[in-house]
Each structure stands twice: as C-alpha cells, then as structure tokens.
C-alpha cells in the first residue's frame, strides 16, 4: 500500500527557513518522480518540485527556483525552504509526480499534508 508522511511544517518568519521531510514506502514499481505541490486557501494548487526517480534530477516551479531544493535519501525526500515568503504560505503536500518543466498537474498519489505559515 501507497504511504506518503509529511512533517515539518510550522510558523516561520519572512527571510526564514523550513525543511519539510517526506517518508515513502508502499511504491513496488519504479516511480516517474516523487516532490510537493501547495495549496493556499482559495488558489489552485501549484507544483513546487519533483524528483526524479531514475536519476534524482530536480525540477523546480517557477515562484520556488533558486529558495527551495528537492533532495532525496533512500525512501525520504527533503523540500529545503530558505528566504521565505508570505505567499508561501500554504499546506503542502508530498505527492508522486511528473518530473518536466513545467511541472505537470499530475498526482497519482499524495499525503495528508502538512501546514507552512510565512508572517511576522
């Protein structure tokens, strides 16, 4: 069975840092990419990033290039958020993927998510 955990959201400052974990199990195929999408009250989801699975290449949402990296240690992926922001501001969601640029809307599987609050 599929299985996505989140942890490490929380309340930061503008300018701050957060690192969100994602502990995977349950995938018995290899899978295309692995990373996060948002999504803040009233908007539409939007990717963040993805890792690939074959290789481990990172692809990037516009809005996150060059503040957050996508990493990945055998069944954890990592999201390092540095400079937030407030329009960061969002539950975020570890979630299967498609590593392309732009990031496809394509979610086969996703976790419960976890809560990132940008503001003084």
């Known amino acids: 069975q599929v299985s996505l955990v989140e942890s490490g959201g929380g309340l930061v400052q503008p300018g701050g840092s957060l690192r969100l974990i994602c502990e995977h199990s349950?995938?018995?195929?290899?899978?295309?990419?692995i990373g996060w999408f948002r999504q803040a009250t009233g908007k539409e989801r939007e990717g963040v990033a993805c890792?690939?699975?074959?290789?481990?290449r990172p692809y990037y949402g516009d809005s996150v290039k060059g503040r957050f990296t996508i990493s990945r240690d055998k069944n954890t992926v990592f999201l390092q958020m540095n400079n937030l922001k407030s329009e960061d501001t969002a539950f975020y969601y570890c979630?299967?993927?498609?590593?392309?640029?732009?990031?496809?809307?394509?979610?086969?599987?996703w976790g419960q998510g976890t809560q990132v609050t940008v503001s003084s």
């Open positions: 979630a299967t993927c498609v590593p392309m640029t732009p990031l496809a809307d394509e979610y086969d599987y």
């Open positions: 349950g995938f018995t195929l290899d899978y295309s990419g």
């Open positions: 890792i690939r699975g074959s290789d481990g």
